[in-house]
């Protein structure tokens, strides 16, 4: 059975910094995306990367702030963080989506494996 798991969330204050990552369990290769919630919010597709690592693709409110990468031997995904803002603080969901690659954005509708999530706080 195919699971994944996060860890790393935390409180921060603006413009620091925070590494998530994403274990996985089971068998084969997946996307990883990564999806948040915040309070009162819809989910926002935050960034995807292919089984390979070789394509990324991020929404256009962390571009140039987050970096995903993949650790194929472990079966890992991070997310890094950087120059966090108060609108980033949600719960932070790592998900396969339905189709074997990411797409051409990151559609929260598109997942169909979830971890648990993790908390996300920025203070300003």
């Known amino acids: 059975q195919f699971q994944l798991k996060e860890s790393g969330g935390g409180s921060v204050q603006s413009g620091g910094s925070l590494t998530l990552s994403c274990a996985a369990s089971?068998?084969?290769?997946?996307?990883i995306g990564w999806i948040r919630r915040a309070p009162g919010k819809v989910r926002e597709g935050v960034s995807c990367?292919?089984?390979?690592?070789?394509?990324?693709v991020y929404a256009d409110s962390v571009k140039g702030r987050f970096t995903i990468s993949r650790n194929r031997a472990n079966h890992t995904v991070e997310l890094r963080m950087t120059n966090l803002r108060p609108e980033d603080t949600a719960v932070y969901y790592c998900?396969?989506?339905?189709?074997?690659?990411?797409?051409?954005?990151?559609?929260?509708?598109?997942?169909?494996?979830w971890g648990p999530g993790t908390q996300v706080t920025v203070s300003s």
């Open positions: 998900a396969a989506p339905v189709g074997p690659y990411c797409g051409g954005y990151v559609d929260p509708q598109a997942y169909r494996t």
């Open positions: 089971g068998f084969g290769e997946y996307a």
């Open positions: 990367i292919n089984p390979n690592g070789a394509m990324t």
